[in-house]
């Protein structure tokens, strides 16, 4: 494939996470060719491409996917929106980048994961941070032996978010106040944390969760006032991986520490690894190792090559990962790469979300087998 040829792309959804993540990360790599961008508010999409450089807008999604010049789409609209928008996309023979989660239950994620393979199209999913330099640093360290055997995996996203009850809520509702608890923190970050630890450690077999509501009453996106909304504001859940390692998830709105608010932690064998992707002082993330015969945890420095160009370790969170995003989605398609992060990955994480809160539900271990595939 030649080197010139550039990726033609078009983006559904202006606003706030495409503005900070996806478009600079489209803009700063020279093999995407920013065709189009599309939202129902128009005005939105014209601001921004007028800023990213974009070559034209629409206001209807059906408009943009019968653009022959994009080829691949990204879905970066609300949660709700994400299984049509994405669907329409394959059906209209497009690679498909989509925003997690891919749909409202892991029965239609499988779907789109099928529709892709039946389409022999390309997917990737927005888990933004196995960009994170530090985190595909732990993948080579897991693959090339230096863990050893692992024994112990635990994952944190936990941040203070929605701590302050009048930081509005969105995308999660209930017009039940006295109803069951909603599952929102193990969805809005658990998501990304139940597939990090699925790419790093592998396949889970079981698990056994505790969600709880911290906060009761809170402002709602859209609504007025304080009301109550019994969200989870914090799960907790033991983890049985396939391997034999043991797990410990924790996700948490209501944790104080600064975004995004990921820890991993490995023990193996040989070495075990901390990954804090937790801006501090300016500081995006940081990687720390210990070996067996030498247990003082040491910072790890990655070389500059290991961060986009033009990024480093200093670069905001949201761009950092989605440039490298942007460039290993593009040059996996023109260059016809391994496919990794796919909708099959987004549908495997949402079944163990799935069986997360089943097993909150039923207050009992919940074995992976159990769940729809
Ligand atoms: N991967 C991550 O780390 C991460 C972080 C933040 C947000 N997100 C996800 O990104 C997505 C977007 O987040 P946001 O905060 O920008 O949402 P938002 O609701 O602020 O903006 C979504 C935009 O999509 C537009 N839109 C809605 N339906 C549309 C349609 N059918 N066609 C075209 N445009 C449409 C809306 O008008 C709006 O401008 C969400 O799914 C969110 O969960 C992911």
Same mark, same amino acid.
Request: hydrophobic share 45%.
């Given at each position: 494939m030649s080197a010139t040829r550039r990726l033609g792309v078009g983006v559904l959804g202006a606003h706030a996470w495409a503005e900070h993540?996806? &478009?600079?990360? %489209?803009?700063?790599?020279?093999?995407?060719?920013?065709? $189009?961008?599309?939202?129902?508010? #128009?005005?939105?999409?014209?601001?921004?491409?007028? =800023?990213?450089? %974009?070559?034209?807008?629409? $206001?209807?999604? !059906?408009?943009m996917l019968a653009d022959p010049e994009v080829e691949m789409v990204d879905v970066c609209t609300p949660t709700g929106t994400h299984r049509e928008l994405a669907g329409a996309a394959l059906a209209a023979g497009?690679?498909?980048?989509?925003?997690?989660?891919? /749909?409202?239950?892991?029965?239609?994620?499988?779907?789109?994961? =099928?529709?892709?393979?039946?389409?022999?199209? !390309?997917?990737?999913?927005?888990?933004?941070? =196995?960009?994170?330099?530090?985190?595909?640093?732990v993948k080579r360290w897991i693959e090339d032996g230096t863990i050893g055997e692992i024994f112990h995996v635990h994952g944190f996203q936990q941040n203070s978010q929605f701590l302050d009850p009048n930081f509005p809520l969105r995308q999660y509702d209930t017009e039940d106040p006295d109803g069951p608890l909603v599952p929102a923190s193990?969805?809005?970050?658990?998501?990304h944390l139940v597939d990090l630890l699925r790419w790093l450690a592998g396949d889970f077999r079981a698990v056994s969760a505790l969600m709880?509501? %911290? @906060? #009761?009453? !809170? +402002?709602?996106?859209?609504?007025?006032?304080l009301r109550r909304v019994p969200i989870d504001?914090?799960?907790? $859940?033991?983890?049985?991986?396939?391997?034999?390692?043991?797990? @410990?998830?924790?996700?948490?709105?209501?944790?104080?520490?600064?975004?995004?608010?990921?820890?991993?932690?490995?023990?193996?064998?040989?070495?075990?690894?901390?990954?804090?992707?937790?801006?501090?002082?300016?500081?995006?993330?940081? &990687?720390h190792? /210990?070996? $067996?015969?030498?247990?003082? %945890?040491? #910072?790890?420095?990655?070389?500059?090559?290991?961060?986009?160009p033009g990024t480093d370790v200093r670069t905001p969170w949201r761009e950092l990962y989605y440039r490298q995003l942007a460039r290993d989605w593009t040059d996996e398609i023109l260059d016809e790469g391994p496919a990794e992060n796919?909708?099959?990955?987004?549908? +495997?994480?949402?079944? +163990?979300?799935?069986?997360?809160?089943l097993s909150h539900r039923e207050r009992r271990w919940v074995d992976l087998s159990e769940m729809p595939s």
């Open positions: 993540a996806h &478009l600079p990360g %489209f803009a700063a790599y020279e093999r995407c060719r920013r065709v $189009a961008i599309c939202d129902v508010v #128009p005005e939105r999409a014209r601001a921004l491409a007028e =800023r990213f450089g %974009f070559e034209r807008v629409y $206001a209807d999604a !059906r408009e497009r690679h498909v980048l989509c925003e997690k989660p891919l /749909a409202l239950s892991a029965a239609d994620a499988f779907g789109l994961a =099928r529709l892709a393979a039946e389409k022999g199209l !390309r997917t990737k999913v927005g888990f933004t941070f =196995r960009y994170s330099a530090a985190l595909k640093q193990i969805v809005g970050y658990g998501s709880r509501n %911290f @906060v #009761p009453e !809170r +402002m709602v996106r859209g609504k007025e006032g504001d914090g799960t907790v $859940a033991a983890v049985d991986f396939r391997s034999g390692a043991q797990g @410990v998830i924790q996700t948490s709105f209501i944790a104080i520490g600064n975004y995004p608010g990921i820890e991993i932690r490995i023990y193996g064998s040989k070495v075990a690894v901390v990954a804090r992707l937790v801006t501090e002082f300016g500081v995006a993330e940081t &990687l190792l /210990a070996r $067996a015969g030498e247990v003082e %945890f040491r #910072p790890v420095e990655l070389s500059a090559d290991r961060y986009p796919t909708f099959l990955d987004g549908a +495997m994480s949402q079944q +163990m979300v799935d069986a997360v809160v």
